[in-house]
């Protein structure tokens, strides 16, 4: 049980490049999420999503798109990256309706991000 | 969603009971209070979860009083290991579309 894996670990872009960050988690959870941090502040949520074939915009959306065509994936895109973007990527998964353990997520490793 | 104020840092030292207070005096009726640790360079992790009076598990406490609006985690005997920034959190992610807000945290350092 691998729990919630996140790829890659690390990446450079250069502004204007795009790329697919990977979120899996093999605990058949519902709910998926994108968070960022940076540095010396909590994490914000980007998007998340409820189920297969369901996305939602959080906090910060601008810049970022998703997919979750599979219930165990959610992918988040950078079409055309800019150094505020530079960070480090959470990706949580939750299952729904747990009573006293209603709001545990459970955290990847996390993607650290930089862009030049 | 109800916003969360804790204080931004704490100190303490090996050995000692650390209480951190957050304040939430616009929790709804249905809200959940939740808390989360987070070690350097990790993903935060679920701690516990009240909604009224005291929740203990085998990691910390948490004191909630009856108008609950604030909530008071305890760490019992702190360890080098639970320096950590930690989170707290209210809402009831079911009733709020399956959306958690976190804050800026308290970051706790502990000394030997």
């Known amino acids: 049980n691998a729990g919630v894996t996140q790829t890659p670990k690390f990446r450079v872009l250069k502004t204007g490049q795009s790329m697919t960050l990977l979120c899996a988690q093999d605990?058949?959870?519902?709910?998926m999420y994108w968070y960022r941090q940076d540095p010396g502040m909590g994490l914000r949520l980007i998007h998340y999503?409820?189920?297969?074939?369901?996305?939602a915009k959080g906090e910060v959306p601008d810049g970022y798109n998703v997919s979750r065509l599979k219930k165990q994936n959610f992918l988040l895109g950078l079409e055309s990256a800019a150094p505020s973007q530079t960070s480090v990527y959470f990706c949580?998964?939750?299952?729904?309706?747990?009573?006293?353990?209603?709001?545990?997520?459970?955290f990847g490793p996390g993607t650290r991000l930089t862009v030049l | 969603l109800a916003k969360t104020t804790q204080p931004i840092s704490m100190d303490s030292y090996e050995g000692q009971e650390v209480n951190i207070t957050c304040s939430h005096n616009?929790?709804?009726?249905?809200?959940?209070i939740t808390w989360y640790q987070q070690f350097p360079s990790q993903g935060p992790r679920f701690i516990i979860q009240?909604?009224?009076t005291k929740v203990t598990n085998e990691v910390a406490s948490l004191f909630i009083p009856a108008d609950r609006k604030s909530s008071t985690l305890s760490l019992p005997r702190v360890s080098l290991s639970d320096t950590a920034v930690y989170y707290c959190?209210?809402?009831?992610?079911?009733?709020?579309?399956?959306?958690?807000?976190f804050g800026q945290g308290t970051e706790l350092s502990v000394k030997p």
């Open positions: 009240g909604y009224k």
């Open positions: 959190l209210v809402g009831d992610m079911d009733n709020q579309g399956g959306k958690l807000i």
């Open positions: 949580a998964s939750s299952p729904a309706g747990r009573g006293d353990r209603d709001n545990e997520q459970f």
């Open positions: 616009n929790i709804a009726t249905n809200d959940y």
């Open positions: 999503s409820v189920g297969e074939g369901t996305t």
């Open positions: 605990m058949n959870h519902e709910y």
